[in-house]
């Protein structure tokens, strides 16, 4: 221990109170540096796992999509414009053409709304006319808006009656609300309805860093404030 203090670059002063105290109290001065070396320590890997994640480990926007079977043609038209977010990682998409044969269809398409961060509803007289997509993953989809859980991002692919529905509380795609099949150029239609989708990943994947932020600033927090609690009713010579 005198050999550690003695190489340490502090001044004469603090060295010969140093040398004064008897083995007991170095003792404990000694566990207690080592603790404070060992919390800086768990604070560089906190920093170090955030830098990380920052970098290279982004989380995946999780997609749904509800739409009718009868509208299929458009979800796959979407798929090949989104396909550029998978290709990045930004999102991991999910549709029922994703069920596996034996699996039992309600309760994994249940299962995927619930996990989801982004809920695309694709509009149509026929989905809205559909009583599945109403009374099931709508519901559920608005549930979890609710509870700020997810975005509902609502596309309308056909001209149809979605302002007289509750669709017409939120922001409707193509921005400017007209169909996608009215469009002259169904390419330009897609774009924007893709440009307008990137903004809702961009604000989640923001939120989500800066969850991951408090939370580490909470761990830093946490492991200081047990160096406070370990000394704060014992005595050290300085």
């Known amino acids: 221990i005198e050999t550690m203090i003695h190489s340490a670059i502090i001044c004469d002063d603090c060295q010969n109170r ?47 999509f509800s739409y009718a079977h009868k509208d299929r043609e458009y979800l796959e038209e979407f798929k090949e414009y989104i396909k550029i977010f998978e290709r990045n990682e930004l999102v991991e998409r999910w549709d029922d053409n994703e069920l596996i044969v034996g699996e039992k269809w309600d309760y994994s398409i249940k299962e995927k709304i619930y996990s989801a961060d982004i809920i695309i509803f694709l509009l149509s007289s026929t989905s809205l006319a559909s009583d599945h997509i109403y009374n099931h993953e709508l519901k559920i989809a608005f549930e979890l808006k ?14 149809c009656l979605w302002d007289m529905t509750e669709f017409s509380e939120f922001q409707i795609l193509p921005l400017d609300g007209k169909a996608v099949n009215s469009w002259t150029i169904r390419e330009e239609a897609w774009t924007s309805v893709s440009r307008g989708l990137k903004k809702a990943i961009d604000n989640i994947i923001q939120s989500k860093q800066h969850i991951l932020e408090k939370i580490n600033e909470d761990k830093k927090e946490l492991g200081t404030q047990k160096i406070y609690n370990s000394i704060s009713d014992k005595e050290l010579i300085f």
């Open 146 to 159: 609710e509870m700020g859980e997810s975005y509902v991002v609502p596309i309308i692919i056909k001209e």
């Open 18 to 64: 140093l040398s004064e105290l008897n083995d007991k109290k170095k003792e404990f001065l000694y566990k207690e540096l080592l603790l404070l070396l060992d919390v800086l320590d768990k604070s560089k890997e906190f920093d170090d796992i955030l830098k990380y994640w920052k970098s290279i480990k982004k989380e995946k926007v999780k997609i749904f």
